[in-house]
């Protein structure tokens, strides 16, 4: 809303001056702003931070980058934001998916939609996990839900608050499966950790890369990973798929836009974002920082949001989240 | 107004508040409203005690809130200077903030002011944008000019 | 375990790293002290920039940074009465008194002191007994934390001072507004009014940071005083008459600092309420509770030493463990991470010194603050004293608006400093307490969702908040507080009685 009031004061005034305002022909004009919807310190910001010096460069003529925090209810603040700035490619937006398409759902007013954006590229994929602690007696996925069978609604299964990415991974494997845990909402992922690990429930569900070094240290078991394939770090993991469960679900961060862009904008900074993903200079970096990439075009993007979409409101209708 | 009738108004305040959270409280859906309504039934409680014994035994006649139209113009203005800040720019809008919050609040030396204002702005501008890293919100006025010229 | 200590002892004491360290404690000291810019910003800023540094210049900056800042926060909350940060709201209320009755810089050398002491009690609790502290922590499940956080609350009680009944207004305020936003077990939105900003919670930074800082400013402005403080008051030079500066200071240092200590080891109490905590544990021990809030040098101690006494401790659980209690030791674990560093265990074993060297860094850095805070950074801070406080007014203002507005670019958070400030202002008018009001805000949100967590794991079966070993000891520590509270109200009220029928006696 503030950048809309802003334009229309400066086109007033460009007005009544009675020139026209140039064409995006010499973008970069000013600073880009890339919104991040979480609070300086967590995945989604040292992503972005990590990102930014890089996509400076490969967009080239001198761009400079700004990372803006928007942190508000998983993301929607931010994409509100974002969906209300100029489209001039001059805010940009790390989009967390699947808030990103889960936030509108169920709202009386749709805060924003996801056609609201234009899809630049995908940056990171981390799958969630159903994990337990190493003593636990759950070896396999088949114990925890043969437990689950024989005692419905009594596995306490730990993930971060109620209507986030984890707790729909949860609620996307009842539907699945048929089965019912009973949810206990922790503290963010650090809670969900240490619940697990101090015995207080008995699974939790969170992201890879929180995972891998408690697995690596024998202190968490993955009994089922929500990806398609063993996750290249750890290929003991087994996925839920190869043990019968067709459940894909994990977080995607990526660069989006408002729309629509002026063309050769997007063209720019779409091949920016390519750039900067095969750029070895930053593999590095995410490869120190454990930022796990994965590089997908803005249509495939596209694609698996209006897949799981659907998959969405169905499960809206029959259990929802809020 | 004195100490004894400021604290009715409060707790007047603090009374209607309660009722107002209250109402708010009941469109809250399931178990959610529990925790809530019952701080909020704690508080009419105590704020009901704390008016009956203001209106019953308030003792306290020395005078409160002298000088408040100064409180009130200095809160007017930070109003202002907190919207200007985002729509005008941080520049500008301190540039016209500094003294004439200075001036309203009783202090009439525009050199001072002046000196002062500069001062502050250059170590803004260098604790900010130099060290930080933060961006300052962009000036209006130099934007307008970037799209006139 | 020794000669990894003694390797990283020599390598935190190259040039450059003593450098980085001292360079970081300064510029840690400068973010406490500006009001509405706080440690987690300062080192989100600074990582991006440590991409290319050695590890321990890097590491050594954010030491410096985490330790300087809680020192920081105590200037302005002495000179001026507004905390620099959330954390030294405690500092203010003896703090402050203390600089009005000419002695500032007293009250600066304690608050130095006090941190630094803190910060070092800190650091040596990470170095020595890290490992199994870190196991600690686990013990803790939502039911130990929901009467962790009811003992806090508890502590009120002990703040309610001559008028209960406005201290437990404010605390139900304070716990009234720890419930807006997403209610986490339910995902139902409460106290919304439609804004999604308003989705994560009121955010406690900006909230205090109006409570506190705004509401004084909108004193000042009234008071309208065109002086500024006398060159006199100012002189840092140590007044003989005033004796050793921490003179039996001990035991208020050792309590402060155990309080900090533990409330820093567990995750998602934070350091905003280890100060109040300290300062209300030291207030309810004392002979001469009457003179807190008056300019009692204790006060000032307890605060500071609890609120730099969490520092090195909340680091413990993200380095043993992985796990991140706080904001600032998740972007501490950020910075490892841009170095190829996992925290977790096996960071010891393959990283023993950087770990150790780190954990040297924030023992130094503490010990730095002796030296720098004292002598170098409160006699530059001490000389803003000298502008008018009128002219001081528009300036707080202008920093806290963009210091609050750049945390994230939301207009609405500029109004909610304001209309706290509002509230602040109208509750020192009318003589309401407002610790009451901050631990409820702060504790009231761990106390609901813990308990209805804990109800959800053990299915409503009660017993289960009874079941362990740490939940019994703390609703012992609970009852020996809530007992003592109700004795000490009942003899005040006897002797109260008595005295009242002493008069009429003499009367006739």
């Known amino acids: 809303m503030h950048m809309k009031f802003r334009t229309a004061l400066c086109a007033m005034a460009v007005a009544a001056v009675g020139t026209t305002a140039s064409a995006q022909s010499d973008y970069p004009s000013r600073t880009i702003e890339i919104l991040v919807g979480f609070a300086a310190g967590g995945p989604v910001d040292s992503t972005t931070r990590a990102a930014a010096p890089f996509l400076e460069k490969h967009i080239g003529d001198g761009a400079s980058i700004a990372v803006i925090n928007r942190p508000g209810a998983a993301g929607v603040v931010a994409s509100i934001a974002a969906s209300q700035a100029d489209p001039d490619g001059h805010t940009l937006m790390m989009y967390s998916y699947p808030a990103l398409a889960t936030a509108p759902i169920g709202q009386d007013e749709e805060p924003y939609n996801v056609d609201d954006f234009e899809y630049l590229g995908n940056v990171t994929s981390d799958p969630h996990n159903f994990f337990v602690a190493q003593d636990s007696p759950y070896e396999t996925l088949d114990d925890l839900m043969e437990a689950a069978r024989e005692n419905p609604g009594t596995i306490n299964v730990a993930a971060a608050g109620s209507g986030g990415a984890a707790h729909l991974a949860l609620l996307v494997f009842e539907a699945e499966t048929g089965l019912s845990f009973n949810y206990t909402p922790a503290d963010g992922g650090a809670g969900t950790l240490t619940q697990v690990l101090g015995g207080h429930v008995d699974a939790g569900i969170t992201t890879l890369s929180a995972l891998v070094p408690y697995v690596e240290e024998e202190q968490m078991r993955i009994i089922a990973s929500f990806a398609d394939e063993r996750p290249a770090a750890l290929p003991d993991a087994p996925t839920a798929r190869e043990q019968g469960v067709d459940v894909l679900w994990g977080a995607l961060r990526g660069i989006a836009a408002p729309g629509p862009l002026p063309d050769d904008v997007r063209d720019r900074l779409a091949e920016a974002v390519e750039a900067t993903m095969s750029d070895p200079e930053f593999i590095e970096l995410a490869e120190r920082q454990g930022i796990p990439l994965m590089y997908l075009d803005g249509e495939a993007f596209r694609e698996i949001v209006d897949t799981d979409l659907s998959r969405l409101n169905e499960l809206w209708e029959t259990s929802p989240w809020q | ?149 | 375990m020794l000669a990894a200590f003694t390797d990283a002892l020599i390598a935190v004491m190259t040039l450059s790293n003593l450098v980085a360290m001292v360079s970081g404690t300064i510029a840690g000291i400068i973010i406490g002290a500006l009001p509405g810019i706080n440690v987690t910003v300062g080192i989100a800023i600074l990582i991006p920039l440590t991409f290319g540094m050695e590890p321990l210049f890097a590491l050594g900056l954010i030491a410096g940074i985490f330790n300087g800042a809680s020192y920081g926060n105590a200037i302005p909350a002495i000179l001026l009465n507004v905390p620099g940060t959330p954390a030294a709201v405690a500092t203010t209320f003896d703090g402050h008194p203390m600089a009005q009755k000419g002695r500032s810089a007293h009250a600066l050398r304690i608050a130095c002191y006090a941190s630094a002491l803190g910060a070092i009690a800190s650091a040596i609790s990470l170095i020595l007994i890290a490992p199994p502290l870190a196991r600690v922590t686990l013990l803790f499940g939502p039911a130990e934390y929901f009467w962790l956080a009811i003992l806090g609350l508890s502590s009120i009680a002990v703040l309610l001072g001559s008028d209960p009944v406005k201290g437990l207004i404010a605390a139900c305020v304070g716990m009234l507004l720890a419930t807006v936003g997403i209610d986490q077990m339910t995902g139902a939105m409460r106290f919304h009014f439609g804004y999604w900003e308003l989705a994560d919670g009121l955010p406690t930074v900006v909230v205090l940071t109006g409570l506190f800082a705004f509401s004084r400013v909108l004193m000042m402005a009234q008071e309208g005083k065109l002086t500024g403080v006398s060159c006199e008051d100012l002189k840092l030079s140590r007044d003989k008459s005033e004796g050793p500066i921490l003179k039996g200071m001990l035991p208020t240092l050792t309590r402060s600092g155990i309080i900090g200590i533990i409330v820093g080891i567990l995750p998602g109490v934070g350091g905003n309420a280890a100060a109040l905590l300290a300062y209300n544990e030291e207030k309810r021990v004392a002979k001469d509770a009457e003179t807190f809030g008056k300019g009692n040098p204790k006060g000032v101690a307890a605060a500071e030493c609890g609120n730099s006494a969490d520092n090195s401790s909340s680091l413990i659980p993200m380095l043993t463990l992985g796990i991140p209690g706080n904001a600032i030791a998740a972007i501490i674990m950020g910075a490892l991470l841009v170095h190829g560093l996992v925290p977790g265990p096996q960071l010891f074993r393959e990283e023993p010194l950087i770990v150790y060297g780190f954990m040297i860094q924030m023992l130094f850095t503490a010990a730095i603050l002796f030296v720098l805070g004292g002598m170098v950074a409160t006699r530059i801070f001490a000389q803003v004293l000298r502008l008018p406080s009128v002219v001081l007014v528009p300036l707080i203002v202008s920093l806290m608006t963009i210091g609050i507005y750049t945390t994230t670019y939301e207009i609405m958070h500029l109004y909610m400093a304001i209309g706290f400030g509002l509230v602040g202002y109208f509750m020192i008018k009318l003589d309401f307490p407002v610790a009451p009001f901050v631990l409820g805000l702060i504790l009231g949100g761990v106390a609901e969702f813990n308990f209805r967590v804990a109800m959800r794991i053990a299915q409503g079966d009660w017993t289960y908040l009874f079941q362990n070993v740490v939940s019994k000891i703390l609703v012992a520590l609970l009852a020996l507080i809530v007992l003592t509270a109700l004795s000490r109200f009942i003899r005040d009220l006897r002797s109260r009685t008595r005295g009242t029928e002493a008069e009429r006696m003499t009367e006739e």
Do not use: H, K, Q
């Open chain 2, 1 to 149: 107004m004195t100490f004894r009738s400021a604290e009715v108004m409060a707790g007047l305040m603090l009374v209607a508040f309660s009722v107002f959270a209250w109402r708010e409280a009941a469109s809250i859906r399931g178990d959610a409203a529990f925790f809530p309504s019952a701080i909020i039934v704690a508080l009419g409680f105590f704020s009901l005690v704390y008016l009956v014994r203001s209106v019953a035994a308030g003792r306290r006649t020395e005078a409160v809130f002298e000088r408040w139209w100064i409180f009130v113009a200095a809160l007017a203005i930070s109003l202002i200077y907190a919207n200007a800040v985002a729509y005008v720019g941080y520049v500008t809008s301190t540039v016209v903030f500094i003294p004439v919050m200075a001036w309203v609040i009783g202090f009439r030396r525009p050199a001072y002011i002046a000196v002062t204002t500069l001062v502050y702005l250059l170590c803004v501008y260098f604790m900010f944008e130099v060290v930080f890293r933060r961006p300052l919100p962009s000036e209006m006025l130099l934007e307008l000019l970037r799209s006139v010229r």
